[in-house]
């Protein structure tokens, strides 16, 4: 069965590889706009599909059970007739036949093909990095290993990477009362995402919080002993003594099937404006797609739920529809460290001008970016309502003066700039 020029027919079926929350996005979107075809949702981890914001969190000290982080009830699935294949991994596609072949020899077939495959750590190429006591954080299976070991007595913890992810763990750790230290090998923490001046204010966070910060250091080696690691060696010389090393370093989207299956593939699975692959009847969206985004004027991937789930509804509208507007939702992010928390929207650029929207000694300020006069991304911190005026701003083709934003009266009122 194909697609037909106004959207999939009722019994086209549509299958979706991957269960976080663009993949499980896609199957509840499709149900919700009346779509009556088969809908398979398949993923290499058992169980039923989970949140991953909540890893780096609230899941890490015990505060959250696993029935808190379940995007969906089990009944949800069975309910809306969406079949999941969990704990199977996909072996291949055969995209001229429709075909996706799971490990064990099953075949489902497609009139549609997502791709929602996300991210894999980034590994650490050192000598030791593959002993027990080193960690990173990517699903639940490492979360849980991460949750039986902080509660307990007082570790020396060290996170290597300045990252929202290690950072994120590196506050959990420090409020319970583990001796963490950060290694950084950029000259300042979040480098490639944040402000110096929204970086400098987490940084001296972290560091009241009796948190040791290392910038523009390098990993050389993680000594041990017996298998378990015990160090970790910086590249000046200096050693750490250490009881667990959590890796975060970023990650690497998960391009094999598209690459098996002969798509074309860069800095993740490439997309057009309406997340199509280069074969039309496969889509791909969140953290493992490449796409032109209208917000940073250049190819780019983004790693977000936000992301993630904008563009499942995208594809699932276009599937429903026919639709051929591009995907142009306005990304956000956000992170919460200790009493923080940071909100992010709009793309910066590295060579923008920066306006301060508030006062940093209250805790309570914006960083407004501009790149060539343009607004182009705000930062926030406690100030909620500078965050969704942004959002709403951003979402027009409005755009405030440097001059207006320079105003401490300045209200992020999309109507004013009309």
């Not at 969190?57 to 069975?78: H, N, P, Q, V």
């Not at 400098?200 to 560091?207: E, G, L």
């Not at 000694?361 to 406690?382: D, P, Q």
Request: hydrophobic share 40%.
């Amino acid at each position: 069965m194909t697609a037909t020029a106004t959207g999939l027919t009722g019994g086209s079926p549509v299958v979706i590889v991957g269960a976080g929350q663009g993949g499980v996005q896609v199957a509840a979107s499709l149900r919700e706009g009346g779509f009556t075809g088969p809908v398979t949702v398949v993923d290499t981890e058992s169980g039923l599909p989970y949140q991953r914001p909540p890893l780096s969190k609230a899941f890490l000290t015990g505060d959250g059970s696993r029935s808190l982080i379940d995007l969906r009830s089990e009944s949800f699935f069975d309910e809306n007739s969406i079949s999941l294949h969990t704990g199977q991994r996909v072996d291949g596609i055969d995209r001229s036949a429709g075909k996706v072949a799971l490990e064990g020899g099953e075949y489902l077939d497609y009139a549609h093909l997502v791709l929602a495959t996300g991210a894999g750590p980034r590994t650490l190429p050192v000598p030791g990095a593959d002993q027990e006591g080193v960690a990173v954080l990517r699903t639940l299976t490492d979360a849980t290993l991460l949750r039986t070991l902080l509660p307990g007595q007082e570790l020396r913890v060290v996170i290597v990477g300045g990252g929202f992810i290690g950072l994120e763990v590196a506050a959990v750790a420090a409020k319970l009362g583990h001796r963490v230290t950060i290694v950084e090998t950029l000259p300042r923490l979040m480098a490639r995402a944040v402000s110096p001046e929204l970086a400098t204010y987490v940084a001296d966070m972290h560091r009241s919080h009796g948190t040791e910060i290392l910038l523009g250091n390098r990993v050389v080696a993680l000594p041990g002993k017996n298998g378990r690691v015990e160090a970790v060696e910086l590249d000046d010389g200096s050693r750490i003594d250490a009881d667990l090393v959590l890796v975060g370093i970023g990650a690497v989207p998960n391009t094999d099937l598209a690459v098996q299956a002969d798509l074309e593939v860069g800095d993740g699975i490439v997309v057009d404006d309406g997340l199509r692959t280069s074969d039309p009847a496969v889509s791909a969206i969140g953290d493992c797609a490449s796409f032109p985004s209208h917000h940073a004027g250049r190819r780019t991937r983004l790693e977000s739920v936000q992301n993630a789930v904008d563009q499942a509804r995208h594809v699932a509208h276009r599937l429903l529809t026919g639709s051929v507007e591009p995907y142009r939702s306005v990304p956000w992010f956000w992170t919460t460290q200790f009493e923080l928390r940071v909100q992010m929207v709009g793309l910066p650029q590295e060579e923008d001008e920066r306006v301060i929207h508030g006062d940093p000694s209250t805790g309570r300020f914006s960083v407004l970016r501009f790149h060539n006069g343009r607004l182009n991304s705000i930062e926030s911190v406690n100030r909620p309502q500078d965050h969704v005026g942004g959002r709403k701003l951003l979402a027009t083709e409005l755009r405030p003066t440097l001059d207006e934003l320079r105003q401490t009266d300045f209200k992020f009122d999309p109507k004013r700039f009309a």
